[in-house]
């Protein structure tokens, strides 16, 4: 069984929003391969689906982005998942907008929804599938940036991030190599 874990904060004042990249993935994942609607489970919204014979869940934690640990963890332990076959979807403020870097682990780069999964799941060793939202300028415009409502522009590409992930994330789900440092620029 595979996990894919996308990041975002729950409600609709947050759906519009660059820290919700994590959820547009794996909402436009969703709808593209017909799956069935979200169910509420493990503090989160949860997704059963096959592909050629291999089962996953899709995951978008209802905890908010600082505590996303809890409902990753539980949703792991439930289902018994290792670390080796959990992928986490999320925003990036180091890469451009639109741009995705696949990576079979690390660290937490500052981002808190990854924090609290290394801490509660007790290892960095995971999969990632970082999408890009853009650094501003300046640090103290960071939490304006995340959690502003998006442009027209920043929504297309944003939504062309997300069906470009779908590929990437299927490999992983039917275990084919994906590259570890793999770059797309929209």
Not at 33 to 53: D, F, M, R
Not at 155 to 168: D, E, F, I, R
Request: proline share 5%; aromatic share 6%; glycine share 12%.
């Amino acid at each position: 069984m595979r996990l894919i874990c996308g990041l975002g904060n729950p409600g609709e004042p947050y759906a519009r929003t660059l820290h919700n990249a994590g959820f547009w993935a794996l909402d436009q994942l969703a709808n593209a391969w017909g799956l069935e609607s979200w169910k509420t489970a493990h503090q989160g919204l949860v997704i059963k689906g096959s592909l050629q014979g291999s089962p996953f869940l899709l995951l978008k934690p209802q905890t908010f982005m600082n505590l996303s640990g809890r409902s990753l963890v539980a949703c792991a332990q439930f289902y018994k998942v290792e670390p080796k076959d959990l992928l986490v979807v999320s925003d990036d403020l180091d890469l451009e907008l639109g741009q995705l870097r696949f990576r079979l682990k690390g660290g937490h780069g500052g981002h808190n929804g990854l924090r609290s999964i290394i801490e509660l799941l007790g290892t960095p060793d995971f999969a990632r599938l970082k999408i890009g939202i853009g650094r501003p300028t300046h640090k103290g415009q960071v939490t304006g940036h995340v959690l502003g409502n998006l442009s027209e522009d920043q929504v297309t590409k944003l939504s062309q991030a997300a069906t470009a992930a779908g590929p990437l994330i299927k490999d992983f789900i039917l275990g084919r190599p994906v590259q570890v440092e793999t770059k797309v620029q929209l």
